[in-house]
């Protein structure tokens, strides 16, 4: 059974850093990336950003880029999302995602499996 578990979400303030964890399990991922959204009240799920798990290509959304780092640690079969300079607008459920190669990893519609989400709120 696949499973893509995170956790580290919280309540933080504006200005902090948090790290979300995604752990896999179930299938080899080698050939997936795997992608981070998120999704706010009322608003439709939105990339954050993907790395490839072989070779650690990564791509960013412009909101995110220079404050949010993806990698992985193929020895814990862990993707991680660092999240520094956080800012109230951030604040939403995060979700990690795997989706095989050759897809667009920013469309949430192409991936494959999910995880159950971990709530992110940052105040002003």
């Known amino acids: 059974q696949v499973q893509l578990v995170e956790s580290g979400g919280g309540l933080v303030q504006a200005g902090d850093s948090l790290r979300l964890s995604c752990v896999v399990s179930?299938?080899?991922?080698?050939?997936?990336?795997m992608g981070w959204f998120r999704q706010a009240p009322g608003k439709e799920r939105e990339f954050v950003g993907a790395?490839?798990?072989?070779?650690?290509?990564?791509s960013y959304a412009d909101s995110v880029k220079g404050r949010f780092t993806i990698s992985r640690d193929n020895a814990k079969n862990t993707v991680y999302l660092q999240m520094k300079s956080l800012k109230p607008e951030d604040t939403a459920v995060y979700y990690c995602?795997?989706?095989?190669?050759?897809?667009?990893?920013?469309?949430?519609?192409?991936?494959?499996?999910w995880g159950q989400g971990t709530q992110v709120t940052v105040s002003s």
């Open positions: 995602g795997a989706a095989p190669y050759g897809r667009r990893w920013s469309l949430s519609g192409e991936y494959d499996y």
């Open positions: 790395i490839m798990w072989s070779g650690g290509s990564t």
């Open positions: 179930g299938r080899t991922f080698s050939r997936y990336a």
